[in-house]
């Protein structure tokens, strides 16, 4: 179907684009929310004594302290300042989507 005096480029940039923003804001959220997290189950499940070393992230830095080490306030403070930074970045993504688009998701 066309619109009476747009173009293909014209109804993607007025119709199409508009339509979708909805969507792309609510991912970009999704995905800002899990941004500091890098997949533990990947990095705890190739582990081996050889590269340990080198491929520590927070989350198996979290699992070896307080599993492994025994240090369980430790860990779970670590757990809860990677949760409030995760918090900060999402808040500060929405304050942007609604400064932008007038609409958010909070």
Same mark, same amino acid.
């Given at each position: 179907m066309s619109v009476d005096g747009a173009n293909?480029?014209?109804?993607? +940039?007025?119709?199409?684009?508009? $339509?979708l923003m909805p969507t792309f804001v609510v991912l970009f959220? @999704?995905?800002?929310?899990?941004? #500091?997290s890098a997949g533990f189950d990947q990095y705890f499940l190739f582990a081996n004594?050889?590269?340990t070393n080198n491929i520590?992230?927070?989350?198996?830095?979290?699992? +070896?302290?307080?599993?492994?080490? $025994?240090q369980y306030s430790f860990a779970s403070a670590v757990g809860i @300042?990677?949760?409030?930074?995760? #918090?900060?970045?999402?808040?500060?993504a929405n304050w942007i989507a609604?400064?932008?688009?007038?609409?958010?998701?909070?």
């Open positions: 293909r480029w014209g109804r993607i +940039r007025h119709i199409t684009i508009p $339509g959220l @999704l995905s800002v929310g899990n941004f #500091i004594p050889m590269v520590e992230v927070l989350d198996t830095f979290v699992y +070896r302290t307080g599993i492994t080490l $025994g @300042l990677k949760t409030m930074i995760s #918090i900060v970045l999402l808040f500060t609604k400064k932008t688009r007038g609409q958010s998701i909070i």
